[in-house]
């Protein structure tokens, strides 16, 4: 039996992948959480990279995730020889795949094109550097499964090879009328998403973003998501302070939330395509214009087979 390595990362993407995986029951399916090698791995042995998928919260959490639903785990696919790589970022390749077919699945929505990214292209620095903007830049896989044809563009014009991108779906994005169906007990109200931008070393003013929230809602009931890699006490002092009637959630299905919001507000998150597939106003720091050519395509959630159908030309 053929077997495949599914390289997880933040909770997004794992389920993802899992998803995936349920659609190649034939074959032999492995997962590790995201992992690296070199000089990355001794940053990481000295904690300085808790913020992102490689350790700290999301790591934890996705180990808990493939545990929880008794996964098979191979970490850093150290045990078997595999014939077949699925990942949801292409921001490190080990060099334990750089030889194998690599089937990269685009994840959501991607950092802006700011100066980290033009720094990596034009000096040829790590892709890590330029965050997720830099997606899809390795050019170390066989397909990039992405999730419209607008990003399809999108990605051509960033430096993909137009031969290697392929109009999927992506999971999670592609059947969002299914988040109507929902249990969470508040409705028409000012949903706004914070960010772990401070996290992540990148500026923000959140006094700023919330004065902004606060006036968009312009006295309607305000309820904040907090970002799960975001440091909730600081985040739920400064909401209050400013807003002190908000309702502040920390965990929770984020997407159901949405549905059940009629006012969206993001900095830069994946959760703004929900909302505008699900037809709400919806605030972002992208141009909304650009984010509806953008939007992942609605296939009745038939992206993970797509994506397994991929696979199996590679099998």
Excluded at 17 to 45: A, M, R, W
Excluded at 120 to 128: A, G, K
Excluded at 180 to 203: G, I, Q
Excluded at 293 to 310: E, M, Y
Aim: net charge positive; glycine share 6%; charged share 25%.
């Amino acid at each position: 039996m053929k077997k495949i390595l599914f390289i997880c990362g933040s909770m997004n993407q794992t389920t993802m992948l899992h998803k995936i995986s349920n659609q190649l029951g034939e074959y032999d399916c492995y997962f590790t959480p995201y992992y690296c090698d070199g000089y990355v791995k001794l940053v990481l042995k000295a904690q300085l990279l808790n913020f992102s998928i490689l350790g700290g919260k999301f790591r934890a959490a996705t180990e808990r995730y493939l545990q929880n639903n008794n996964l098979k785990l191979d970490y850093e696919g150290k045990n078997n020889f595999y014939d077949l790589i699925v990942t949801g970022s292409d921001l490190i390749v080990p060099k334990n795949i750089r030889n194998k077919d690599i089937i990269l699945v685009q994840e959501g929505m991607t950092d802006p094109q700011n100066l980290s990214y033009h720094m990596v292209r034009l000096f040829h620095l790590p892709r890590w550097f330029g965050s997720t903007s830099t997606t899809g830049l390795s050019d170390a896989y066989v397909k990039f499964c992405v999730a419209s044809e607008g990003y399809k563009k999108f990605f051509i014009k960033s430096g993909c090879k137009e031969e290697k991108l392929t109009v999927t779906g992506i999971p999670n994005f592609d059947n969002c009328v299914e988040y109507l169906n929902n249990k969470f007990p508040h409705k028409d109200f000012v949903l706004v998403c914070t960010s772990d931008a401070r996290e992540t070393y990148k500026f923000e003013n959140r006094k700023k973003f919330l004065k902004y929230a606060k006036s968009i809602a312009n006295g309607r009931q305000m309820i904040f998501k907090i970002h799960p890699n975001e440091n909730s006490k600081r985040a739920a002092k400064e909401i209050k302070n400013l807003i002190p009637d908000a309702l502040v959630f920390y965990q929770g299905n984020t997407n159901e939330m949405v549905a059940n919001c009629s006012v969206l507000v993001t900095i830069y998150s994946s959760v703004a395509y929900v909302g505008l597939a699900l037809g709400k106003e919806v605030y972002s720091k992208f141009n909304l214009e650009d984010l509806k050519r953008l939007a992942p395509i609605q296939n009745n959630g038939t992206s993970d087979k797509n994506i397994a159908d991929v696979c199996r030309q590679y099998l």
